[in-house]
């Protein structure tokens, strides 16, 4: 078997599972956030049932509209907080926690080889750490508060080899862009998508979180990378227990509809196009296309690493004039350690405004909307249409390096050319 299936024959009680299956699996942990987790509530009131099944496994998390912009979104943050009095559960409420897919593995919520659903469809971001993760409705999130279980189809797996080392200032988001470029949104349908390769063991924990934060953009049931020491280095202090490794590693002989190879040692920074995830092209060939905001954040690209990257290019320039630049830290924890590394100062320095750890302008906040005809280059992971405000706008998906150095420019700009003029 594969990692996702060894984790599903667990989770169901059997010694094997096979594609198409249908499994009666057991959940460890199930996070709703503020835009979910009142239909989720009402759903589970409807039910009948008093007490969540366990509330060690819940997690509710306060982010996508975060301050409340409107008395609308007060009340359900409201109905979040009392949901979470009521039954006892952990919940980051606002300025405790921030963006879901990033305080999940940081407050210890991910373990390896463990079965995570969320009702937020980049639950999947926590495949990173090898645990089975997906996201789901909030009807069905109501019903695995009152059972602990899920239905679900053991899916197919597509395995996705990357090899060759990264030019300077391409990243594991060029990478992920390439691969939905290749693949297309509807390329990995109910697939398990599983990133291996030489290039996959040698990345970072947050390189492998943007990959599998947008596995399901080529429509994966999930993505997943089997654990080691980076994922261990990570988790250590943060889980208290962490299961044997060796068993959450694919067998030599496990079964993939196909193999997918990608080398990056020729890899340019990518950027995805107006209104598909999959129109993909090099930076390069986009053209002088001007942009009104640049936004640097997100569950994709809102890490220390990711900040790092961007200040890099930022660093003693200047955003240009008419650019509205916003860095959002994607959680609290990451929001301390830009300011003790000199991040935050650099990008006020620049012109940039940083912003609270929330999703922002990703999901069309209250933060960071764009008027008619304006255009944006974001970190984040979807561009369609009206996803970040008017319905006619435009939003340009890319790299941090990518995006720092169109808010310098004030047009879509190959990082790479910067550092040529440096």
Partial sequence: MNITEKILAKASGKNVVHPGEIVDANVDMIMVHDLTGPLAVEAFKKIGVQKVWNNQKVVVILDHQVPAESVKAAELHKTMRQFAKDQKLRIYDIGRGGICHQVMPEKGHVVPGTVIVGADSHTCTYGAFGAFATGIGSTEAAAVFATGKIWLKVPEAVKINVTGQFPNFVTPKDLILAIIGKMSVDGAIYESAEFTGPTIKNMSIAGRMTLCNMAVEMGAKNGIIEPDEITRKFLGGRVKTLPDFDSLKSDKDAHYTRTVEFDVSKLEPQIACPSSVDNVKPVSKVGNVPIEQAFIGSCTNGRIEDLRLAAQVIKGKKVKDGVRALVIPASQEVYKQAINEGLIEIFNDA??????????????????????????????????????????????????????????????TDPRTLEAKA
Avoid: D, W
């Fill in 351 to 412: 012109g940039a405004i940083v912003c609270g750890s929330a999703c922002g302008p990703c999901l069309g906040g209250h933060i960071g909307l764009l008027a008619a005809g304006e255009t944006c280059v974001s970190t984040s992971n979807r561009n369609f249409i009206g996803r970040m405000g008017s319905t006619q706008a435009s939003v340009y998906l890319a790299s941090p390096a990518t995006v720092a150095a169109s808010a310098i420019t004030g047009k879509i």
